[in-house]
């Protein structure tokens, strides 16, 4: 069956090709796509055209960053991937690295006047003391 199909769309949108094929007999009613009662059902808000052109197509995509990101990164760098990491949409508890965010912004506005390196440091000593174990990676040759 695939080999009746070009993927072209430039002549017409993949539905009306199959939809053409079915009435011209050229394709049976049974062997159509599977996808094709779905779409016959719930038929998207605006064709799917091969040509289109989105609002934003010459701009670049602009860097996001998070001022977390660059503590996230460092700290797994640091030590790695410690701890289980729930991806249960339900979960409550919060990775060790978020509990490293969170202590290292809360401790960065009671001291500002700390180093970067030294607030990182700090907020590694107080999650040892609360508990959490933190081990440094070994590098890898």
Same mark, same amino acid.
């Given at each position: 069956m695939a080999q009746q199909f070009t993927r072209v769309e430039k002549a017409a949108p993949i539905f009306q090709r199959v939809s053409g094929l079915i009435r011209?007999?050229?394709?049976?009613?049974?062997?159509?796509?599977?996808?094709?009662?779905?779409?016959v059902l719930c038929p998207p808000v605006t064709e799917p055209v091969w040509n289109v052109e989105m609002p934003k197509k010459n701009e670049c995509v602009r860097?996001?960053?998070?001022?977390?990101d660059n503590i996230r990164a460092k700290f797994y760098?640091?030590?790695g991937s410690p701890?289980?990491?729930? +991806?249960?949409?339900?979960?409550?508890?919060?990775?060790? &690295?978020?509990?490293? !965010? %969170?202590t290292y912004q809360r401790l960065q506005s009671?001291?500002?006047? +700390?180093?970067?390196?030294?607030?990182?440091?700090?907020? &590694?000593?107080?999650? !040892? %003391?609360d508990g959490i174990k933190l081990r440094k990676r070994t590098p890898r040759n």
């Open positions: 011209a007999g050229q394709l049976k009613w049974e062997d159509r796509p599977l996808w094709f009662d779905i779409y860097k996001l960053l998070y001022p977390e760098k640091t030590y701890g289980i990491i729930n +991806l249960h949409s339900g979960s409550k508890t919060k990775t060790i &690295s978020q509990t490293f !965010i %969170e009671e001291r500002s006047e +700390l180093s970067e390196d030294q607030l990182f440091e700090e907020t &590694s000593k107080i999650l !040892i %003391e």
